[in-house]
């Protein structure tokens, strides 16, 4: 039996099996609201996402012309599944531990990523301070 404790900031893969792994995402500084600098999508596979510890949003986008984002408020002991084909990240707090599932090398084989651009990070804090007001 192998028993882990990953508590290093930031996303460290620790299980790694051929068709699957399972990473540990714990808060960083780029995980802040105002450090997030772009949106990732899996072109094949879905990505999960466990609460651990701490306070955590997912962040699901669309994009036409302009973001359109949507804030889910993770609860712990609740599985979160991002399927393929959708923009995301997540909004990490101080303390925050998330225990993510997906396939083997996603986050290099299987990831296209949109970076922001100053509009794109005002219209992020603007629908989050709006989500928070609800």
């Given amino acids: 039996m192998k028993i882990y404790n990953v508590t290093k900031n930031g996303y460290h893969p620790f299980i790694i099996k051929e068709e699957w792994q399972i990473a540990k995402l714990n808060y960083s500084i780029e ?6 600098k772009k949106m990732e999508k899996h072109i094949n596979t879905d990505e999960v996402f466990i609460l651990l510890e701490g306070k ?3 962040i699901e986008g669309t994009f036409t012309n302009n973001w359109e984002f ?3 408020r993770m ?30 090398a ?6 296209t990523y949109k970076d922001f651009i100053e509009d ?9 301070s709006n989500y928070c007001n609800l």
């Fill in 31 to 36: 995980q802040s609201l105002n450090k997030i």
């Fill in 56 to 58: 955590a949003i997912l």
């Fill in 70 to 72: 949507k804030f889910h």
């Fill in 75 to 104: 609860e712990k002991k609740k599985i979160y599944n991002v399927e393929a084909g959708t923009w995301h990240n997540i909004i990490l707090f101080e303390d925050t531990e998330t225990l993510i599932i997906e396939k083997n």
């Fill in 106 to 111: 996603t986050h290099i084989n299987d990831c």
């Fill in 120 to 128: 794109d990070k005002k219209t992020l804090i603007s629908q989050y």
